[in-house]
């Protein structure tokens, strides 16, 4: 599976943005997605994950309420949605696809397929 991640820029906080994956090469609707950041000097960390027909989403604490993560497997495309920012948020943001397992916040390695990041910057 390829993964092209896209929409990153810059906002100011409370502001928000709306991440998009493209995905190619597979059967989309065959793998578990998830999106991951790394901010600078941080190792990189779970964000959200949604399972192979979108039944089924995950989030990290520090996010939940205010991203949603969700798919389109007609469009071969995960989507998050991200409001209220926070400059803490301001990181790359990666896309990555797991062919059994969904992420979740306590079993998020493993996963076979990432995207190249996209930049996410909030302004305070």
């Known amino acids: 599976v390829q993964l092209q991640a896209s929409g990153g820029g810059l906002v100011q906080a409370g502001g928000s943005l709306r991440l998009s994956c493209a995905a190619s090469?597979?059967?989309?609707?065959?793998?578990?997605m998830g999106w991951f950041r790394q901010a600078p000097g941080k190792e990189r960390e779970f964000v959200a994950g949604i399972a192979w027909s979108g039944g089924s989403t995950y989030y990290a604490d520090s996010v939940k309420g205010r991203f949603t993560i969700s798919r389109d497997n007609a469009k071969n495309t995960v989507y998050l949605q991200m409001d209220s920012l926070k400059p803490e948020d301001t990181a790359v943001y990666y896309c990555?696809?797991?062919?059994?397992?969904?992420?979740?916040?306590?079993?998020?390695?493993?996963?076979?397929?990432w995207g190249k990041g996209t930049q996410v910057t909030v302004s305070s």
């Open positions: 090469g597979r059967t989309f609707s065959n793998y578990a």
């Open positions: 990555a696809a797991n062919r059994y397992t969904v992420p979740t916040p306590k079993n998020s390695g493993g996963m076979d397929y």
